[in-house]
Each structure stands twice: as structure tokens, then as C-alpha cells.
């Protein structure tokens, strides 16, 4: 975020940290409030387990979406309105791992630790992948098409909603090795 505001808005690193300390804001009161109300009123209207997570992760990745691909081209707003976006795509992604950090520890109780490695080094790789790519795609590398902030948040956003969709279809509340002794007996 802060090489966004310097490029969009010219700012430096000492005026763009307030605005960026707002986002961070905002996922904290995601994480420490909002999540565990909307949890707890999901409970009280008998949603089950992998019905929170789901709508935890697929709302989540679906509010990050909607709320990042227009951040460029709103940019006229300025650096009020950008950060409105990035604190309400911020609060997507608070709210989607209410679902699909927790679903580490449901789908295995022998190979738990398997499990979170697996989805630890995913998120490293996408971590250390991400910031080259939109470098690339800020630079106009041919490869990516486009040369702009648009180009990086619309992949953002596609990304986000990709994500949903595979969550929703192959998401699993119950431990895979509960399936795998009810085949065998």
C-alpha cells in the first residue's frame, strides 16, 4: 500500500502511514469484533460448522474482491476514498480467515501439522510471488498484458474470487480420516 499512495498520490512513506494505519485498524476490529458477533449469530441460527466457515471465507474473499478492483479507478477520490477501500477489502480478508484457517484443524486430527504446512508454505510462496508479479505488471512487462494499478487489483480481485468458489466446492468440516474409516468398515 504505501508504494500505491506514493505512486497515485505522490505522497511519502511519513504521510501515507497514517492512511495505512487505518487499514491495519480495520482488520483489527474485524478479527476482534465483528467476527466473533457474526460467528456467535450464526451459531444462534444453527448454522453448522462448515456453514460458517464457508460463509466466513466466500463473504470475505467476496468483500476483499468488490471492494479492491475499483480502488484505482476511483482513485479520483483521493486518498480518503482509497482507504476506505483498502480498509473495507482489508475486512474481507479478516472475515475469510475466521474460515479457512480454522478449516486447517477440521480436516485431519492425525496429520494436522501436514496440513498447516502445506497451507503455510501455499501462502508463503503466494506472499513472496505476489509483490514480483505486480512489480512485472507495474512495470508493463508484455507477459501481463496490462501496465497499470487496474491490471494488479483486478488480479487481486479475480484471484479472491476464485478462491471462494473453490472454498465453497471442495471445503471439508469433517476430518478426512472419519470417511476414510466409515469406507473401511
Not at 474473499?61 to 486518498?79: D, H, S
Not at 475469510?96 to 494436522?112: E, P, S
Not at 471462494?164 to 476414510?180: D, M, N, T
Request: net charge positive; glycine share 10%; proline share 3%.
Amino acid at each position: 500500500m504505501p508504494e500505491y499512495f506514493s505512486s497515485v498520490f505522490f505522497m511519502d512513506s511519513l504521510q501515507s502511514s497514517s492512511f495505512v494505519s487505518c487499514v491495519s485498524a480495520a482488520n483489527m476490529a474485524a478479527v476482534l469484533t465483528i467476527n466473533p458477533l457474526l460467528d456467535h449469530m450464526m451459531q444462534q441460527r444453527q448454522f453448522t460448522l462448515l456453514g460458517r466457515r464457508r460463509v466466513f471465507t466466500c463473504v470475505g474473499c467476496l468483500v476483499a474482491a468488490v471492494a479492491l478492483v475499483p480502488v484505482y479507478l476511483l482513485k479520483g477520490f483521493g486518498p480518503f476514498g482509497t482507504t476506505a477501500l483498502f480498509a473495507l477489502g482489508n475486512l474481507g480478508f479478516a472475515l475469510q480467515t475466521w474460515g479457512f484457517k480454522a478449516n486447517y484443524l477440521d480436516v485431519t486430527v492425525d496429520f494436522t501439522g501436514l496440513v498447516s504446512g502445506v497451507g503455510n508454505t501455499v501462502g508463503t510462496v503466494a506472499s513472496m510471488l505476489g509483490p514480483r508479479i505486480t512489480g512485472r505488471i507495474l512495470a508493463g512487462d508484455t507477459a501481463f498484458g496490462l501496465a497499470s494499478w487496474d491490471a494488479a487489483l483486478l488480479l487481486v480481485g479475480a484471484f479472491s474470487v476464485v478462491s471462494a468458489l473453490l472454498f465453497r466446492l471442495f471445503s471439508a468440516a469433517e476430518p478426512v480420516e472419519a470417511g476414510i474409516k466409515a469406507k473401511r468398515a
